[in-house]
């Protein structure tokens, strides 16, 4: 079973940093991080819409540039916020990633700077106009449709030609799993924080785990 570190396993490394990745990398079959655009152009790796939770500065990601981000301080690391193509670079080969979009126009820069050469390289967002501006750039990369709500995920993935559903681990019932693999698709679920919903899950037949810890896969130790 699959196992992606959502942000680079966020329960126990600081989280979208390249120290979180760098660490994820060596247990990890691929880390998950997300991108936002800043003020002067370039994709950075961050979550949330503003600074706030995870630096010492504040206001949205949008109105710093990335000068200003890289001197903000992430979770007490002394690191910046990441751009993602430091991010790209930082995950050595052999292992995947999943660059989740968190906001529209971005996915031709993201797309570009993506190395289709990793093992397992996946685009997602909970977005469908997203995923449709990331297959209309460059449809040989996979996509990922990322939901809550089981109701009509399947078809939706289906319409933009997705490969992967992410669905929430309540919204991720055998049923909706057995509906996507008959799609032709293979079923991710997040965000796994203990073993016993990773065991859970594999009853349901997931093929992976988009987990915030490293020790949760059922055959793992």
Request: proline share 5%; hydrophobic share 40%; glycine share 10%.
């Amino acid at each position: 079973m699959r196992l992606i570190a959502h942000r680079g396993f966020a329960e126990v490394a600081p989280e979208n940093t390249l120290t979180a990745v760098g660490e994820a990398a060596t247990v990890a079959d691929a880390v998950e991080v997300d991108i936002r655009r800043c003020a002067t152009g370039e994709l950075v790796v961050i979550h949330d819409e503003t600074v706030d939770r995870v630096t010492d500065g504040e206001g949205p990601v949008a109105d710093h540039t990335l000068a200003e981000l890289r001197e903000l301080d992430v979770l007490g690391t002394g690191e910046g916020v990441p751009t993602l193509e430091e991010v790209l670079a930082a995950v050595p080969d052999g292992v995947g990633v999943n660059v989740e979009l968190k906001e529209s126009g971005t996915a031709a820069d993201a797309l570009a700077a993506m190395d289709a050469s990793k093992p397992w390289t996946v685009v997602s967002s909970f977005s469908a106009n997203i995923l449709s501006d990331c297959r209309d750039a460059d449809s040989s990369v996979p996509r990922a449709f990322i939901t809550e709500d089981g109701k009509a995920a399947v078809e939706t993935a289906r319409e933009l030609d997705c490969d992967f559903l992410h669905p929430s681990t309540g919204a991720c019932t055998g049923r909706l799993v057995g509906d996507a693999h008959h799609a032709g698709m293979s079923v991710n679920a997040w965000t796994v924080q203990d073993r016993e919903t990773a065991e859970s899950l594999a009853g349901r037949g997931v093929d992976g785990l988009i987990a915030d810890r490293p020790d949760v896969r059922p055959d793992g130790p």
